[in-house]
């Protein structure tokens, strides 16, 4: 079974930075995609960053030019690297990775726990 935990969320002044990290494990395959959501208290769920194979990226228009998604050799670990944080990008930050074409949390709308990410003005 795959198992996907955050880390390095926080509480930061506006302006400051955080990296978040996502770790997968549990697949003896690799991850075609790995992507990050968030979710901010009484909103929808929303798509903040996705990286696929070959580095190819996508980003929500809200974040673009101030949050950078990469993943590391092994292709099993995403990191989220935001920085010129405002208050509007407090929320609860959750991964998501894809296998073949099936992303693994949102088919199963089974999300956990996510990391927090808190910014002060």
């Known amino acids: 079974q795959v198992q996907l935990v955050e880390s390095g969320g926080g509480l930061v002044q506006a302006g400051g930075s955080l990296r978040l990290s996502c770790a997968a494990s549990?697949?003896?395959?690799?991850?075609?995609?790995m992507g990050w959501y968030r979710q901010a208290p009484g909103k929808q769920r929303e798509l903040v960053a996705q990286?696929?194979?070959?580095?190819?990226?996508n980003y929500a228009d809200s974040v673009k030019g101030q949050f950078t998604i990469s993943r590391d050799k092994t292709l099993k670990t995403v990191y989220l690297q935001m920085n010129s944080l405002k208050s509007e990008d407090t929320a609860v930050y959750y991964c998501?990775?894809?296998?073949?074409?099936?992303?693994?949390?949102?088919?199963?709308?089974?999300w956990g726990q996510g990391t927090q990410v808190t910014v002060s003005a």
């Open positions: 549990g697949s003896t395959f690799s991850f075609s995609a």
């Open positions: 990286i696929a194979g070959g580095g190819i990226t």
């Open positions: 998501d990775a894809r296998l073949g074409n099936r992303w693994i949390r949102r088919e199963s709308n089974n």
